[in-house]
């Protein structure tokens, strides 16, 4: 019994997580039929106004729409989010995969760079890399995909060192098979779940550390809507307009534990190292 709820029970994030993260796509896709007013429309006559009926979230101090500004601001905090977890999943899933296979010098190298990288702190490397390469949403998404690409060749490499080993592997070998036929047909489809579980996790943090460079004026620049960006805005105004940091700050914060929830679900689901 004990064991039959708990298969039940098993990846019950997956609900709540992929509702939050599904609002937050259709408020990213929908942004101009959604929003009232344009995110960078400036009107003098409206600066900070509370939340009413014309201004469902207020109006920051340049009389802007803050409703408008943290809908797309999803398209922004997303799309940077999508684009650096994706580049840092190719990139170093590729590399895991050559380092664990091959072995040797290249297994040596590869780690060490990805050791170098993974002793700095995050916030700590993206700074360093924002200010070398310059404000931008590129700059931006090439650092965070910096980041988080020795996790990806960390998971990687492990996996294929365990996989190496196994019979079918070596059953493939014997037959002649090449190395890209072996690491494409049997190291990587055993390897993509793992990776499908860290990118939903690591989406989380890339939209973090999005809103972090954005807080600090590394990330987009004005008038582009960030939520990060508007915490900052707002900051100097919580004491007569609390709603300017609050909003974009509730947004990060439900979109954060969505992919979090959805991220702990399918590692429920997916993860072969959980099953029973």
Same mark, same amino acid.
């Given at each position: ?84 977890? /994706? ?5 170093? $899933? *590729?590399?895991? &995969?050559?380092? %664990? ?6 297994? #040596? @190298? ?94 989380? /943090? ?5 809103? $972090? *460079?954005?807080? &600090?004026?590394? %990330? ?6 960030? #939520? @990060? ?48």
């Amino acid at each position: 019994m004990k064991r039959l709820l708990g298969r039940r029970g098993r990846g019950s994030q997956i609900i709540p997580g992929g509702f939050l993260v599904l609002l937050v796509i259709f408020a990213a896709l929908l942004a101009p039929q959604i929003s009232p007013r344009s995110p960078s429309t400036i009107d003098s006559g409206r600066q900070l106004e509370s939340p009413s009926g014309g201004a469902l979230f207020g109006t920051d101090n340049f009389g802007r729409d803050v409703f408008s500004r943290v809908i797309h601001g999803s398209r922004i905090s997303l799309g940077i989010g999508l684009v650096s977890v /994706f580049v840092a999943t190719v990139i170093g $899933s *590729l590399l895991g &995969l050559l380092a %664990g296979y091959y072995g040797r010098w290249i297994d #040596w @190298g590869v780690m060490r760079v990805m050791d170098v990288l993974f002793s700095i702190p995050s916030i700590l490397l993206a700074l360093v890399l924002m200010g070398i390469l310059g404000s931008s949403l590129t700059n931006l998404a090439i650092a965070i995909s910096i980041v988080y690409m020795p996790i990806f060749a960390r998971i990687t490499r492990g996996e294929v060192l365990s996989l190496s080993s196994r019979d079918f592997i070596e059953a493939s070998r014997s037959t002649g098979a090449r190395d890209l036929h072996i690491m494409w047909r049997h190291l990587v489809p055993n390897v993509l779940p793992l990776l499908i579980i860290q990118m939903t996790i690591n989406l989380a /943090f890339a939209i973090l550390a999005e809103a $972090s *460079l954005s807080y &600090l004026g590394l %990330g987009t620049q004005p008038p582009a809507p960030s #939520w @990060g960006r508007m915490i900052s805005e707002g900051r100097i105004y919580l004491g007569e307009a609390p709603w300017m940091s609050v909003f974009p700050g509730l947004a990060l914060m439900l979109t954060v534990i969505g992919f979090n929830l959805l991220g702990d679900g399918l590692r429920d689901r997916l993860d072969p190292r959980l099953r029973e």
